[in-house]
């Protein structure tokens, strides 16, 4: 083997050992980056290989809304692949989920993601003023994300839904379904149960906001006290029900 190889190799070897040893909180910076401030890695500790942190999602106003326990492990066998896979753990769950980053894409796959309603309101600024309660499943089937593309689908469940605007609790229980095909994923909600009867489509195209059209019909016992609170973020159409346009 000649001296040119083996420099080569061993300045390969120098430098993966140097990304091995690199501090966790260089994570952070390009969480911020990507997500234009959204999403911050707090307390990070460890390497780039495997640590361990805080997850923060945070509002317009860059304060801390939600946080989660998050712990990662990358598996090295993939970089011979050309891909960064990495084994990823929120709030000790039972279950670890894989991101697979290579070239042309993120992917997520079968992840199971538990947050409290408020992140609701993180998603969509109009619904924050509402003080949303309940409890919100996100599972993710596969979901991958390009440069110019969407591809796979994910379900967000809200069960127990509440607002601290009103005592009818809880107000149902929620489906929203998003599906990505190439550069548009759709949304479509409706409801599993309850007397607050919401349901809508909405959709959301690359360099473009999102759009959501919904409608919201009341059960007549509990129309006096769910009125108040509809109006805050919907209009009232003349046959009873209300109109919610998110964009």
Do not use: C
Not at 54 to 76: C, G, H, K, S, Y
Not at 125 to 140: E, N, R, S, W, Y
Not at 166 to 184: K, M, N
């Amino acid at each position: 083997m000649s001296r040119w190889l083996l420099a080569v190799l061993g300045l390969g070897a120098y430098a993966l050992g140097l990304v091995a040893m690199a501090p966790a909180t260089l994570i952070d910076a390009g969480i911020q980056q990507a997500s234009a401030g959204k999403l911050r890695l707090a307390d990070a500790r460890g390497t780039l290989w495997a640590g361990t942190g805080q997850l923060e999602m945070r509002d317009w106003m860059e304060r801390t809304a939600v946080a989660r326990n998050i712990a990662w492990r990358v598996l090295p066998i993939y970089l011979l692949r050309g891909q960064l896979r990495a084994e990823i753990v929120l709030d000790q769950a039972a279950k670890p989920f894989p991101v697979t980053v290579s070239a042309s894409q993120i992917e997520l796959a079968d992840a199971d993601i538990n947050l409290p309603a408020a992140a609701l309101g993180l998603g969509e600024p109009k619904l924050a003023p509402l003080g949303l309660t309940g409890d919100v499943l996100l599972h993710v089937t596969r979901l991958a994300l390009g440069p110019n593309a969407v591809a796979g689908s994910a379900t967000l469940l809200w069960r127990g839904a509440g607002s601290a605007y009103t005592r009818v609790s809880p107000l149902g229980d929620y489906e929203l379904r998003l599906d990505g095909e190439g550069a548009t994923v759709r949304a479509s909600l409706r409801t599993l149960q309850g007397p607050l009867q919401l349901d809508g489509q909405g959709s959301w195209t690359s360099g473009a906001r999102p759009s959501f059209l919904g409608s919201a019909r009341i059960a007549p016992e509990e129309r006096q006290q769910l009125a108040p609170l509809m109006r805050m973020i919907a209009v009232e159409r003349r046959d009873g029900s209300f109109e919610l346009l998110l964009k």
